[in-house]
């Protein structure tokens, strides 16, 4: 099983749609949770850190399940320009930290 | 602040010969990263520093080494390349909360093509 499981995708949804992603981790201990966007070639990007009390940021919201070992990231009013790849990041200290990519989500969003 | 910068962009190497990756950073933080991304396998960490002088070795580090020998640089080399390092890498520095580790910001990218 790997340490961060994402869906790979891709989600193909029209404007102004609601998706939702998922992000399943492993690793109980895992202490740092982050979501980071990735354009086509380009360097991943710092979306949103997600909190156990759950986070909002604008038409984004990040949510942590730590029971079932889950985060998730809410896009509401989707844009043209949220197309991208959506990689969950799960860190955790065991003397030194470890930081687990996922394989990322593609997200595709047509006029 | 021109961030986390990274020098070549581009590199087409024949195997077994050896380079190394320039990564360097200017906002004074303490945590590097070297990863490899590679298609349908996500970023995965080949080495990192926690501070100057100090590396470890991250998910897959065999075929390369790293130095950190001034805060703001941290090498990666290759001594023999192989076509199963033909990747996309990046450079990442970030900072840390104590038990916490914080955002981390990535550089462009090199890739690197090993025929």
């Known amino acids: 099983r790997k340490e961060v499981e994402q869906d790979p995708g891709p989600f193909n949804v029209p404007e102004g749609a609601t998706v939702a992603f998922n992000c399943t981790y492993s690793n109980s201990a895992s202490q740092s949770f982050f979501w980071y966007r990735q354009d086509c070639r380009k360097e991943p990007k710092l979306l949103m850190s997600?909190?156990?009390s759950g986070n909002e940021d604008g038409r984004f919201t990040a949510q942590l399940n730590r029971a079932s070992q889950y985060i998730s990231l809410l896009i509401r009013d989707s844009k043209l320009s949220d197309s991208a790849t959506y990689l969950c990041v799960v860190i955790w200290n065991t003397g030194g930290f470890k930081t687990i990519f996922g394989a990322g989500t593609r997200l595709f969003v047509k006029a | 602040n021109a961030g986390v910068t990274q020098t070549p962009k581009f590199r087409v190497l024949k195997t077994g010969q050896s380079m190394t990756l320039l990564c360097a950073q200017d906002?004074?933080?303490?945590?590097m990263y070297w990863y490899r991304q590679d298609p349908g396998m996500g970023l995965r960490l080949i080495h990192y520093s926690v501070g100057e002088g100090t590396t470890a070795k991250g998910e897959v580090p065999d075929g390369y080494n790293v130095s950190r020998l001034k805060k703001q640089n941290f090498l990666l080399g290759l001594e023999s390349a192989a076509p199963s390092q033909t990747s996309v890498y990046f450079c990442?520095?970030?900072?840390?909360?104590?038990?916490?580790?914080?955002?981390?910001?990535f550089g462009p990218g090199t890739r690197l093509l090993v025929l």
């Open positions: 906002m004074n933080h303490e945590y």
């Open positions: 997600v909190y156990s």
């Open positions: 990442a520095s970030g900072t840390s909360s104590g038990r916490y580790a914080e955002t981390q910001y």
